[in-house]
């Protein structure tokens, strides 16, 4: 298997054009590897596994619906879920020998994905606040006990996480990762599209330049494959479906906010500021018509 792609110049120099398109089955093996040992450890370690006793005095405290994604939150999500899968498949079907005019609608879907992620980046960055997302310590302690726990340990069990657990913290990390490593050199190899905007001058970097570029474009592209498998596994499992809901409708319940959620760490209701609870009744309101 080869791991780039080269072809000559007319000058007769071995140039380097991009990444080996069979990694792009390397990266559908890694997901498909991933599901099959989730699914396994699941059956083995975790199926049935209990969340504890709901204390009743805490659920009267708590509002029937908690608010755990905003309506722009959600719009962002699903913007940057229709663009990243258009970029996906005007890429890909072409080099599986799907022929049709994609460049268009791949570099649009390009610009819609990068305005996506700057609006993100500021909305996170001032209004939802940074930490949410950052690893910290008990993240990793309670993530070293999940790990034991499926390797068989019977010692001390995991505490509940706060908002995000820890894998989706490191699941939004790699994604970001990859989707930043295609934005950014996609951006740069728009200067050999034609567009409403400029004309296309391919000579603006050398051709070790591009072929560098090239790679970058195609890691980061490959990788969102295993990524996305993962995320359509994840989000369609049964135990899992609903915070797949929570996307769609913006609330999970106070049932299961307390079954798997530790209070200190994601504080809402009585707990929680005021404009936060504002938000979580307007939003149930919505809901409810």
Request: charge should be positive; hydrophobic fraction near 50%; charged fraction near 15%.
């Amino acid at each position: 298997m080869e791991w780039f792609r080269w072809e000559r110049n007319p000058w007769g120099q071995e140039i380097l054009i991009g990444l080996s398109w069979d990694l792009i089955w390397v990266a559908v093996a890694a997901g498909a590897l991933l599901i099959v040992v989730h699914a396994l450890l699941y059956y083995w370690r975790w199926r049935g596994a209990g969340t504890g006793k709901i204390s009743e005095n805490l659920l009267d405290q708590l509002p029937e619906r908690i608010l755990r994604h905003s309506v722009t939150s959600r719009v962002f999500h699903w913007v940057m879920a229709a663009s990243v899968l258009t970029l996906l498949f005007t890429a890909f079907l072409p080099i599986w020998g799907v022929k049709f005019s994609w460049v268009t609608a791949h570099w649009i879907a390009g610009l819609v994905l990068t305005a996506a992620i700057i609006f993100h980046i500021v909305h996170a960055s001032l209004w939802k606040g940074l930490g949410l997302i950052w690893i910290n310590s008990q993240d990793l302690s309670d993530g070293w006990l999940v790990v034991k726990q499926a390797l068989g340990s019977t010692g001390s069990a995991p505490g509940k996480p706060g908002k995000n657990p820890l894998e989706n913290k490191l699941f939004h990390h790699v994604v970001a990762i990859a989707t930043l490593a295609t934005i950014i050199t996609g951006l740069i190899m728009m200067a050999k599209v034609d567009t409403p905007w400029w004309k296309r001058n391919p000579y603006i970097l050398s051709d070790d330049t591009w072929g560098i570029i090239y790679v970058a474009h195609g890691a980061g592209s490959v990788a969102l494959i295993t990524f996305i498998m993962a995320h359509f596994y994840f989000a369609a499992r049964p135990e899992k479906r609903w915070i797949t809901l929570s996307m769609l409708r913006g609330w999970i319940s106070r049932e299961r906010y307390l079954e798997h959620y530790d209070e200190s760490r994601w504080p809402v209701g009585a707990a929680a500021s005021g404009d936060a609870a504002a938000s979580a009744a307007r939003q149930s309101e919505v809901e409810g018509l």
